[in-house]
Structures are given as structure tokens and as C-alpha cells.
């Protein structure tokens, strides 16, 4: 599902991806600060404070290597969250679009503009 979404907004915006690493992870790791969790700009959180998806932006290593910007898409807070199949693919969809938005600058409805 992260791929397809990812593939559709390659095509809509050709190389604008390219470098960007996409990854899944089955539950976020959540740092957290005495009784409250930690929640960065860049989380896509739902009603909860468990983050749906975490954009990484590009960075240097310790050792002075470059890191790719990383986008990271969590699977069981999103299956918990959706209802059926159909819901858990558009839920991904907005995810994916709403991180790579964040990456690029840009509103969510102006790099997938709404039906």
C-alpha cells in the first residue's frame, strides 16, 4: 500500500522522490519524558498520541555522511484504526501524502488534490 501510494505521487511529480527512503515499521518507538510522550512536527498523529507515520528530513551522520530524508509508515497503528481493507488503503494513502507534503513543503491538497 506505501508503495502504491508512493508510485502515484512519482507520477504526478517525476524525480521529486528521488533519494527519499520509504520504510514500514510495525509500531513507532515512542520516547517519552516522565508521564508524557514525545510527538515531533513532522508526526502524523491520529486522535491518539501514538504517531501514524514520522518523517525523518535529511541529515548528517555522526561520522559526516548524508542521510536521506526518510518517511516511515507504522502498520498496527494504522490497522487499529481503520475499519476494513479499503479504509486501511485510503488511511495509508493520506499518510504517505501528508508525510511527503511535509517533505516538500507543500499543503496535502496541493500534491493530491481531492476528487
Not at 516538500?104 to 481531492?114: A, C, F, H, K, S
Amino acid at each position: 500500500m506505501v508503495l502504491d501510494a508512493v508510485d502515484g505521487l512519482d507520477r504526478l511529480r517525476p524525480h521529486e522522490l528521488d533519494g527519499v527512503e520509504f520504510a514500514v515499521e510495525d509500531v513507532p518507538h515512542v520516547a517519552s519524558t516522565s508521564a508524557e510522550a514525545v510527538v515531533y512536527d513532522s508526526d502524523v498523529v491520529d486522535d491518539g498520541a501514538i504517531p501514524l507515520a514520522r518523517l525523518r528530513p535529511a541529515g548528517v551522520d555522526r561520522d559526516g555522511r548524508p542521510i536521506p530524508p526518510r518517511i516511515i509508515v507504522y502498520r498496527r497503528p494504522l490497522e487499529a484504526r481503520a475499519a476494513d481493507p479499503l479504509d486501511l488503503d485510503d488511511l495509508v494513502h493520506d499518510v504517505v501524502v501528508e508525510q511527503v507534503a511535509n517533505l516538500l513543503g507543500l499543503d496535502p491538497e496541493e500534491l493530491d488534490p481531492p476528487d
